[in-house]
C-alpha cells in the first residue's frame, strides 16, 4: 500500500542545498517532471523559502531535510508550515531531525527531544503525515512509523532502504536521498564523490555508525589512503582508497556512469522498498546542474510537463 505522501511525490525528486536552490531551478526541474525539490542545509525555520520556490511552480512539490530542531523551535516551524499550507496546499512536505552531535553544542537526548519535537508540531497543526523524520537507526525509524508521514535517510546505500521499509511498514514514505555523478570515467567520478562523502560525513558519528551496521568496516570508512582486503571478504581492488572511504563504500553512496548507469542505482532503492528518492547530483563547482537533471529525466522516464 502506498502512501497519500508518496503518490503526490512521484518516484523521484532532487536535493539541493537552500543555498543553491532558486526560483528558475525549481521550475526547471517541474518541466523535466521530477516531483519535488529537498532543500538541505538547515533551512530556516521561518519557510521563507518554500513561499517562493512554491510560486515559482504548480505541481513541483518542496520539502525540507532538514529543519534542524536544535536551531528552530517548534511553535515557529509550526506557524510556518501553516502560512505555506494555505498559500500551496498540500504541496510542501516538512523534514525534520537531529543534525549530528559535532554540529549542535546541546546535542543531548537526540532521540527523547525529536519524539517531543514530533509531538509539539502535531499540536501546533502540523498534520502528522505532512512530517518525515531523518531516520537512520532502527529506533527513530519506529518513531516515523508511529508517529509521522514516513522517514527521509539520508547517505544510504540500497541495502539501508530494505531494512528501513521492513520497519516502516508498508504505508509510511520511505524516500531516501542517493548522491549521483553523471560521468562514465570511474576514477573521475568517485575523486567527485569522494570529495563530497569523505567531507563531512566521514567525521560524523551518526553516519559512520550506520555505515557499520550496513557491514562497510574501518577500511572502509578510513579518512586516510589504504589499500587492501576487508574484514567482509571484499578484494584489494573493492578496498582501494586514495583517502576518504573505499572503492567499494563510495560506489554504495554514489552512483556512477552513464544516464542509464545511474538511474539503474536510483531504481535499485525502489526495488528495495522506497517510495522515492531524492537525487543530489554531484558536479563540480559552479557547474551548472541543469544538463545532467536533463540526461536523467531521460533516463529515468520522466514525464517532461
Not at 7 to 25: A, C, D, H, N, Y
Not at 44 to 59: K, N, Q, R, V, Y
Not at 177 to 195: F, I, N, P, S, Y
Request: glycine share 10%.
Amino acid at each position: 500500500m502506498t502512501s497519500e505522501l508518496a503518490g503526490r511525490l512521484g518516484k523521484f525528486g532532487i536535493w539541493r542545498s537552500v543555498t543553491q536552490s532558486t526560483p528558475e531551478l525549481a521550475a526547471a526541474l517541474e518541466r523535466l517532471g521530477y516531483g519535488a525539490l529537498w532543500l538541505g542545509g538547515s533551512p530556516d525555520g521561518d519557510l521563507a523559502f518554500a513561499d517562493e520556490l512554491l510560486s515559482a511552480t504548480t505541481t513541483l512539490n518542496v520539502g525540507t531535510s532538514i529543519v534542524n530542531m536544535w536551531k528552530d523551535d517548534a511553535a515557529t516551524v509550526a506557524r510556518s508550515y501553516a502560512r505555506v499550507q494555505s498559500k500551496h496546499p498540500d504541496r510542501f512536505v516538512l523534514g525534520i531531525g537531529a543534525g549530528h552531535p559535532e554540529a549542535t553544542q546541546q546535542y543531548a537526548s537526540p532521540y527523547d527531544t525529536l519524539a517531543t519535537y514530533v509531538d509539539q508540531l502535531v499540536a501546533g497543526g502540523v498534520p502528522a503525515h505532512r512530517i518525515v523524520l531523518a531516520a537512520l537507526g532502527q529506533r527513530v525509524l519506529r518513531l516515523a512509523a508511529s508517529h509521522t508521514g514516513g522517514a527521509i535517510p539520508y547517505l544510504v546505500p540500497a541495502e539501508h532502504t530494505r531494512m528501513a521499509r521492513e520497519i516502516l511498514g508498508p504505508d509510511r514514505l520511505l524516500a531516501p536521498e542517493q548522491k549521483a555523478v553523471v560521468d562514465t570515467d570511474a576514477t573521475r567520478a568517485r575523486a567527485l564523490g569522494r570529495k563530497r562523502v569523505t567531507n563531512p560525513y566521514l567525521h560524523l558519528v551518526n553516519y559512520t555508525s550506520n555505515l557499520r551496521r550496513l557491514g562497510f568496516t574501518d577500511e572502509d570508512l578510513a579518512v586516510t589512503g589504504s589499500a587492501g582486503a576487508t574484514s567482509t571478504g571484499a578484494t584489494s581492488t573493492d578496498a582501494t582508497s586514495t583517502g576518504g572511504g573505499s572503492d567499494r563504500l563510495i560506489d554504495a553512496l554514489v552512483a556512477h556512469g552513464s544516464p542509464d548507469q545511474v538511474a539503474a542505482q536510483l531504481t535499485r532503492h525502489l526495488e528495495q522498498g522506497a517510495d522515492h528518492v531524492c537525487i543530489q547530483l554531484l558536479t563540480e563547482a559552479d557547474a551548472d546542474p541543469l544538463p545532467g537533471y536533463t540526461e536523467l529525466a531521460g533516463a529515468l522516464g520522466l514525464n517532461p510537463g
